[in-house]
């Protein structure tokens, strides 16, 4: 089993509707984040949270909201889905260790249509 | 606030020629990590290699090495005799050090093709 699983893995949906994006993850890292990838455009941030009581905005924030349940899910979920926010979305996990990498362990990523 | 430049959208590479991709960076922060991620065609995200702001060598993980030119804000990826089984897209990415701040912030892209 993957250690950052992604659920959905594919979804296409309607404008207007509200979509959750799930991640939880098996590492037990106390940082997660959510990235959303466009042609062209990279990986951008879109919120992150370094621990159950810590959320906070990443570049791209606006249309979305998060969840932390616990250590190990995060949740991304779009209120009222729009066309532009069709993209493919990332859940990553970190663990900060003094004189480690801080590298990001990726989910398989949520492949999002809006239509 | 930091930012991270690849300035090659794609490249064509002969197979076992060795390839250097691009990329910059640009950060006032003394303490920084450096990435470089692999995307294939299925689309997970594969960490390659990470160079420290310290580390006194460039970075090295078998064919993949970390041209590290901190005076010149660059950090290029040379792949050594590349393989069909390198074509992707690479991303490079950077985070800063201080503890509270370490999201990786990526480049563009670059998408690497390997010509039999």
């Known amino acids: 089993d993957a250690d950052v699983t992604q659920t959905p893995r594919n979804r296409i949906t309607k404008t207007g509707k509200r979509i959750m994006l799930e991640c939880s993850q098996t590492?037990?890292?106390?940082?997660m984040y959510w990235y959303r990838q466009d042609p062209g455009l990279g990986l951008r941030l879109i919120y992150y949270s370094f621990d159950v009581k810590d959320i906070n905005k990443g570049e791209i924030s606006d249309g979305y909201s998060v969840s932390r349940q616990a250590q190990a899910k995060f949740s991304l979920s779009l209120e009222s889905a729009i066309p532009n926010q069709t993209a493919l979305y990332f859940c990553a996990t970190s663990d900060f260790l003094a004189g480690g990498t801080g590298e990001l362990f990726f989910g398989e990523g949520s492949r999002l249509t809006v239509l | 606030a930091q930012k991270i430049t690849q300035t090659q959208p794609g490249m064509f590479v002969q197979e076992k020629e060795a390839v250097t991709l691009d990329c910059t960076y640009d950060?006032?922060?003394?303490?920084?990590?450096l990435f470089w991620y692999k995307q294939p065609s299925s689309g997970e995200m594969i960490f390659l290699i990470y160079q420290g702001s310290y580390d006194q060598q460039n970075a090295t993980e078998g064919r993949y090495s970390l041209n590290f030119q901190k005076a010149r804000k660059s950090a290029n990826l040379v792949i050594s005799a590349s393989q069909l089984g390198d074509s992707a897209m690479y991303f490079c990415?950077?985070?800063?050090?201080?503890?509270?701040?370490?999201?990786?912030?990526f480049g563009t892209g670059t998408r690497l093709t390997i010509i039999p």
């Open positions: 990415a950077m985070r800063l050090s201080n503890f509270g701040n370490e999201k990786l912030t």
């Open positions: 590492k037990g890292h106390d940082r």
């Open positions: 950060t006032s922060d003394p303490s920084y990590g």
